[in-house]
């Protein structure tokens, strides 16, 4: 039986990027938190295993214990980690190409969107989005990208979904 899942829908994946970029607070987001950003909004019933949770998220963890549980289990979090990469990497390079991300930011490992070149539907598409209204979405794309990404207590060993024990970290 076949079964869909937007973790493996290109379109669902432009749209996420896109609904992370236009409605977070930052001008900018590292490509390497947005990756995390995108698989936490995949799979927000996951910010609970955030071990230990960051001061900066602290205030919302009885918003994260009561998302509740999908009915697909994940078995192994970094290999969908892993497998999510190839999407996010392709939507990206396509939403340079057509200029709706600055390039220049890119290169800098920065991802920032171009609001002026969204059209119009998909800006009303996002700002009518239910996950706007959400605390837990609230949460990832204003404060997760606030939280060290490095290092023992950065959130890639926090979360577990990334290897950082080869990770240089500041004295």
Known sequence: MLMYHPAQDINHCLYRLILILELSEKDSINIETYRVMDFYTLFPHLLKMIKPLPNELRSY????????EPFEAIKNTKRVMFELENFQSICIQNLIAKGLLD?????????????????????????NSKLSDECWFKAIINHLPDISFNGKKGLKARSGLMEFRYDLEKS
């Open 61 to 68: 963890r009885e918003a994260f214990n009561k998302i509740k």
């Open 103 to 127: 390039k220049k930011s890119f290169t800098d490992g920065q991802l920032k969107i171009n609001s002026a070149n969204i059209p119009k539907s998909l800006k009303d598409s996002i700002n």
